[in-house]
């Protein structure tokens, strides 16, 4: 239905015009989903957009062909155009929270696709409206139509992109990165919605993504990008089964996986080429482990057959994911005593409200936690946006003042310290944060980042002994010396995050508590830095505190796991007492939900309803019990104890008792 | 040669010391790269280029205008020196026949006669009412007085001859410096290849020079702007009112600047009951209507130096200190919309990442601040500084015009103003006098904000 023929976008800068896709061509059937995968900047959205037509000011299309029904849509005039945007194709886009406008309400955004495409009004459009609600999955549409997006979650304003893109009936919809901003569950809500709707009324589906996981659950068909060219296409069944392209392979070997545990992950070397100095052969040539001289030479060829194309010289066998080498020996490192001791850690905001800013109530983000976390060993904190677990690791380091509870790091107490004592205590334990471009400030030399908290703690006393420290810290996370001269905003985000990484080692803590230090980079950047860090765990026996909503990654590097939800730890316990036998059911909701990049996918989702409530008011008796499928009548009136189920394994549900 | 003895006003002294800190601020960013990229983008700017040429020329106009002196007096040899009671400036030194070469009153610009008949006596006839030749307004013309058209435009084209070789010379120096060793910098400059923005440059210096060089030859012979009530030229005036322009834009900026930074960044870092305290200063301060806390400021400080004669030993000084009382009343009242703004931006930066990990590491607050919150606020307050330049020489126009203002005695844009409003009500209208303050005034004010939009393209991040 759709055809893309040798389409190539640029982007002008200045006099010169940069191509961001270089000649791609596919074609999506009716009925189909058609998965374009790639890392960030290899000209996926570009693509998009270029089919909508609505590429930024900045972009051009150089060449190519785009058909729809055998339409030339890229020889339609801007007013007929418009006709077949939200009409016959639609698009949704990665950022719920934006793509819709908050001053309108939702009825009348949707009305105004009824309006354009159906010339439709009045109460056939309410009836219209109410009925695409309904199928987009929201409950008691009739209400829901007048309200403002503010009122919806994250995963209903999805819900809602959906149905505005669905009002128009189109017969292409191009989901760009539709799930990257939801939570697991959510994300599975909402991939099961388009599946559904995908099956109704036989649309063809583009969808954009980086994630293997996605990709595996909704593909028919698997376009893979790379700097802005295609390289493989393939049905399911080769792309799972063959992947032949070493960029492929590659990415598929960068996933952080249980059966990696122990292993170093595989990464890919350097980086994307710019734009502006793409190489004139392959242009993965320079990253490849297979690289052959002709590569770099010219470009290669399409080859293979029908349903499984493949743009490489190489032929070789892949190597085949061995999933043998399970290294179980790690997993039985006893625990020692903890030397950080968390007892019943609260962090309550309060809610003010009125003239004299009156407390109201209070945000309970974290509402009485303990853990404990032993020398050497990773504790892994996992759960979903919004359920408390930054705030965590931020009252761990002080950084937020506990309301109530203990932090005892080896025999100090740390909550309710100040001034120097607090500052001595804080040289143990040191953080990474979530965003590699907003944890460096973009005014200071690298060199400087990382030594500011050796001067703020008197580590490493004179100038010159600290220049020695700052090259032998680069050296250890895997930079150049000279890149302590250099300023943030030239290196690429790995690499910001091993500056942070760096930065935090600087003032040789034994705990380093990483705030989701992965989740802004792409597989291939985050398998480099999963190995970073269980590298300097391996040499400096440091401990970490990992903050994550990724189930992948808690496989690949915890030895304990904590889950968290809505402020309270529901189960904690040894990796794989936890993910092998996950006690309460939302940890088991949880392990399900995670799209695994594999043909089979998961085997039984469970399916939660809902989101996550509001920590401001959480539900009474169980937090969880809105949202279980095992609820039973106490589960409303009482929170469950906690129900040891091993030595080490715990978890708190009704259920067990 | 005649002596002199050099004064320093207080207003001077503020100046240089800016002049010294912009070359300093200069040094500084040329060390600092992404303050220097910045900036590289505000040099490849053709507008921002073009209007920096024309505050240049102005900024060059008031620096002559800051170097003061007073002229020692023919005296008879052996005696102590004496010295004149007026303080004169290197541009009254430079522009001294259009200083010293006064009419009796009103003249329209080019006109060899006055603009009010006068009594005359004709020798072999009575007392005649009549217009009166001006005394130097086209003198060199004698009996031709009706050909100031052709001899003023014969002398605009050769002065205009003059200024087109004096722009080739320009042209040709840059190209060299384009160029270097090879010939083809001309044409690089030309087609706009350069990184920094030469061909607007040299447009707007060539059409400065078109403009301004037959304007001072002609102003030799002739008033080209008239002159005003008490018959002094109009252009001498023009020009004496930049200084007063840019000290109000400049000096005002700068008392208000530490002001505002400080208190910004610490009700936005600390938060809590600071922030409430700042916050409740300027809240109360922005709503009384700011002309009235002006109006009275200035009311005040008028009569203390009205009883404090003694402390001026010339009327400049006198001129001067006022003018700086104006700049500080003018500062205190207008520091609260930068302050709001940097409280703002702050508050967003200290829930960034890179604070938090400096608090992790034990960093003390004012480290923090110094180190990771100014740099990363200077682009916002560069970006105010050179927009409030600009409102606040319109603010000192409106304040001369209110009688609030600067000294009577002082040229200024807002006393040319308020002169002309009176003149405007005669018949026939006297016109030249407001027209031309307000043109110079548009000027200045128009390349400013040019200026300002370049700068704000240049250092917002989201541009880039």
Known sequence: MLRIENLRLGFTSGKNTLAAVDGISFSIAKGETFALLGESGCGKSATAQGIMRLLPAAGRVLDGHVSLDNENLLALSEADMRAYRGGRMAMIFQEPATSLNPVLTVGQQIGEVLRRHLGLAGAEAIARMVDLLRQVGIADPERRLNEYPFQFSGGMKQRVMIAIALAGEPELLIADEPTTALDVTVQAQILDLLATLQAERGMAILLITHDLGVVARMAHRIGVMYAGELVEVANREAFFGRPQHPYTQALFEALPDISRRGQLLSTIPGQVPSLSAMPSGCRFAERCIHVMPVCREQSPHWHGQEEHVVRCYWSGQARLANSACHE?????????????????????????????????????????ISLSISPGRTLVLVGESGCGKTTVGKALLQLIAPTAGSVRLGDNELVGLAGRRLRAARRHMQMIFQDPFASLNPRLRVGEIIAEGMEALGVAGNAVSRHATVSALLGQVGLPEEAGDRYPHEFSGGQRQRIAVARALAVQPELLICDEPTSALDVSVQAQILNLLKKLQGELGIAYLFITHNFAVVEYLAHDVAVMYLGRIVEQGRAEEVLRNPQHPYTRALLSAVPLPRQEGAAAVIRLPGEAPSPANPPTGCHFHPRCPNVMEVCRSRYPGKVEVSVTHSASCHLLT | MMGFQIVVLWSDMLIWLLVAAGIGVGVLIAKTPPLLTAWRRVGANRV????????????????????????????????KVQYAVEVLSALDALATPLRTRSEKTYSEPFATRLYAKETVDVPGRDSVREYPRLKYGGRHLGEHEDEVAADAAFTAFRAGVLALLGWLALAGMAAAVVGRDSVIGWQRIWRGETAFAWNAVLVTLGLILLGVVPLFWLSGQYHVFGTDKVGQDVLYQVLKSVRTGLIIGLVTTLVMLPMAVLLGIVAGYFRGWVDDVIQYIYTVLNSIPSVLLIAAAVLMMQVVIDTHPQWFSTAAER?????????????ITSWTGLCRLLRGETLKLRELEYIQAAQAFGVSSWRIIIRHILPNLMHIVIIALVMDFSGLVLAEAVLSYVGIGVDPTMTSFGTMINNARMEL??????????????????????????FADAVRDAFDPRAV
């Open chain 2, 48 to 79: 921002g280029m073009a209007s920096a040429t024309v505050l240049l020329a102005f900024i060059l106009v008031g620096l002559f205008d800051s170097l003061h002196y007073r002229a020692a007096l023919d005296g008879k040899p052996g005696q």
């Open chain 2, 425 to 450: 009500g005669r018949e026939p209208a006297v016109w030249w006098s407001l027209v031309a303050a307000f043109a110079a005034m548009f000027i200045l004010v128009l390349a400013a904000n040019l």
């Open chain 1, 328 to 368: 179980v020996s790690e997993l039985g490192v006893s625990t020692g005593k903890g030397f950080l001791v968390v007892d019943g850690l609260k962090v309550h905001f309060p809610i003010r409200k009125g003239l004299l800013q009156r407390t109201v109530g209070h945000v309970r983000a974290v509402d009485g």
């Open chain 2, 319 to 331: 001129a001067d200190l006022r003018l700086l009382a104006l700049c500080f009343i003018l500062g």
